[in-house]
């Protein structure tokens, strides 16, 4: 059973989308506040009835709703004469099980499928009181304390959740709450490992041993004076230990990770353990695995870890929210959401020759391009080094200060990169030498993309200046000849002094990243060539 389709009404910073799912794995990426955690939420309501661990009926608030409805809502009380409807709260999990007992069209797509639906409405009971409280001028926003929460399968019955055909398990490495996954793993092993006469056996030896306690000499003395001293309401006040359950003694144990108690562990070992036990976890118990970014407090080796058994894991359907790159790439760029002020943008649409040149290089930054908020890509360190402080020194402050990503990226890659950014419509500059030839290495091989409005391909246009050395050190020069301001530049104790234009150009050329990190660093300000002037403007 998995969730082929989620859609998602009006919450939070999600106003209307329909996004279908993968049946194995589901990554949502994006910057603070983009939407995926939103995602994950609603995959919890909808699938637990729960947010954040909490039954979402207990966590009903005017800004849980898309803020642009909000706005709208409470705009049409001032205005109009009759207002907006209340808004509603739509969450739906279509389903793929074919089972009459959850099927029907009780959907907002009007779908005869399986599936669950949670709406958060006015309840119906209160529409005279709503009414009233409008005709008053009482209803300043969302009357949320008039709403109610509905549960029910498409067919139209209720859902109660502990017999529901989706389980699942949500994993939030941000939180450090681990309760919930250790005490289902210590009463599974209770249950699969003890015989229920054994089980007696125990309850009955921790009964006696809070017996034990209550006799212990320092708890009586205590009562004794609690009795003396204390009254309330004319009565006698004692001190004891709080009436428990049959299985209480369950939850009174707990897992030793190799003698240290699991609360004592570190938190990366914590988030690796309950990650591990909710994948573990058999097809019948979980079916669906919510995690907010596993690789919090990660390090890569367990990350490596934790990314293996999410692959081989079987029987479930698992979704992730992730800032990594790594965690992002390995899983399988074809599975990733992009998420974007509450837009969502499926990459299943990427080309399988780009999918696997990236999920072959671990170590890719594939997200930072994705999530920058500019993008300029060059092509070794020497091109980012220069163009850092050509920016510091036309506006100074470093690009990164006005949002804008300098990033070095193989020429090989460019195409790659091409294709996401493509996809997403998104504003990127490409800085890259036309290696003697703008024809045939610039125009032929980028063809595809030069016409496209949000790519922005600038190199330099004299093919004898093939690469980024020549290139600059022709705009340094006078009467043929390095400046002195330049030589002093690159020089490293004077080094550079007495050399000419040849011995400049060898240098340099052989030495790509130690130049332009000796002008980066330099006291003094050298010219750029235009295209690198031209590249640097185009953000401002």
Partial sequence: MTIRKLLIRNYKSIENTVINLNEDINIFVGENDSGKSTILEALSIVTTGKVNGYAFERQIKANIFNCKEREQYIESLKTVSKPMEPPRIIIEAYLDLDDKKYA???????????????????????????????KAGEVYDIPVELYSVSFRYFKGDMVAFRFAPVKASVIDTTRKDYSYVMDHFVTDNITTYLTSQEQTDLSTAYRKSRHSF?????????????????????????????????????????????????????????????????????????NVVLMEEPENNLSFTNMVKLIKNVIKSEGKQVFISTHSSYVANKLDLGKIYLMNSGEIFPMSNLNEETKKYFMKLPGYDTLRVILAEKVILVEGPTDELIMQRAYLDEYGKLPISDGIDIIVVDSLAFKRYCDIVSMLNKKVVIVTDNDGNIDEHIKKKYNDYLTKDNLLFIYEEDETLNTIEPSVLSVNCENGEPTETFKKAISKNGSMKSKGKQAVLDFMKNNKAEWALRVFDSTEKINYPEYIKNAIKQYN
């Fill in 104 to 134: 029907g069209t009780n959907n907002e797509l009007r779908e005869d499928c399986s599936g669950i639906r949670m709406e958060l409405s006015l309840n119906q009971e209160y529409a005279d009181a709503y009414k009233q409280m409008l």
């Fill in 214 to 286: 209550r006799e212990n000499g320092a708890v009586k003395q205590l009562n004794e004076s609690v009795r003396e001293n204390v009254q309330m309401n004319n009565k006698g006040i004692t001190i004891d230990l709080r009436e428990d359950g049959v299985d209480e003694w369950k939850r009174q144990m707990s897992v030793v990770v190799e003698d240290i108690p699991f609360e004592n562990v570190g938190f990366g070992t914590q988030n690796f353990i309950k990650i591990e036990l909710a994948i573990k976890n058999s097809k019948e118990q979980v």
